[in-house]
């Protein structure tokens, strides 16, 4: 069964850093999205991707952060400048239609 | 704005004993829910949605549009349920997720 995968499983970054998050969505489908979830908060909404743009975003996505579709396999998360409240559990998810399916997650740690 | 309310941060019970995990939703249009779950270790994973009105493990969920409610049923739980559970509705034509808090089941023998 086609799964979202999700690397690297574990990152830890320097505050100040740019990290990139990469994720491989299941290959027919055509919308990506990025959750994070904060140690003990809940799964939230940072953007979706749709025919190579966002088609929407929450305010937590300023402009520290950036998606890209690089080929036509990853799907990338870019955050410019990291900051300690960066610290997070990043979820991918890629959906079809409504039913999204996640990624194992990538734990970013910033210190 | 809209808004899931999982009210309760962890519920324990023997198994064999019945399950309800609650959720309430608030969303001015035509609500879409899910529940997920999250075994150890696991990553997140549909149960169900309200659209498919089918039973998926034992599990039950039945949109409740006067009390704004997707309550998660199991009559006799099983140790193996055990897990995290997520309230989820999707709005809007990019159909973005919003998630409750999540609940702890904790399925004692």
């Known amino acids: 069964e086609p799964e979202v995968t999700q690397t690297p499983s574990h990152q830890v970054t320097q505050m100040g850093q740019e990290v990139i998050l990469r994720c491989v969505p299941i290959s027919n489908h055509l919308y990506f999205y990025w959750y994070r979830q904060i140690l003990g908060q809940k799964v939230e909404f940072l953007v979706s991707?749709?025919?190579?743009?966002?088609?929407?975003k929450s305010e937590i996505f300023d402009d520290q952060f950036s998606v890209e579709r690089p080929d036509g396999s990853n799907f990338t998360l870019k955050i410019r400048s990291t900051k300690l409240e960066d610290s997070a559990m990043y979820f991918c998810a890629s959906s079809e239609r409504t039913e999204q399916f996640f990624g194992p997650g990538t734990r970013l740690t910033v210190l | 704005a809209q808004r899931v309310t999982q009210p309760e941060k962890l519920l324990s019970v023997f198994k064999g004993a019945p399950v309800e995990l609650k959720c309430n939703y608030s969303?001015?249009?035509?609500?879409?829910l899910f529940w997920y779950v999250q075994y150890s270790r696991q990553r997140l994973q549909l149960l169900l949605r309200?659209?498919s009105r089918e039973s998926i493990k034992g599990f039950t969920a039945d949109l409740n549009k006067g009390e704004t409610s997707f309550h998660l049923k199991k009559p006799f739980a099983q140790e193996e349920d055990s897990a995290m559970y997520y309230c989820a509705l999707l709005t809007g034509a990019n159909s973005k997720l919003t998630f409750g808090k999540g609940i702890t089941l904790s399925v004692r023998p």
């Open positions: 309200h659209i």
């Open positions: 969303y001015s249009g035509s609500p879409e």
């Open positions: 991707f749709y025919n190579n743009e966002i088609s929407e």
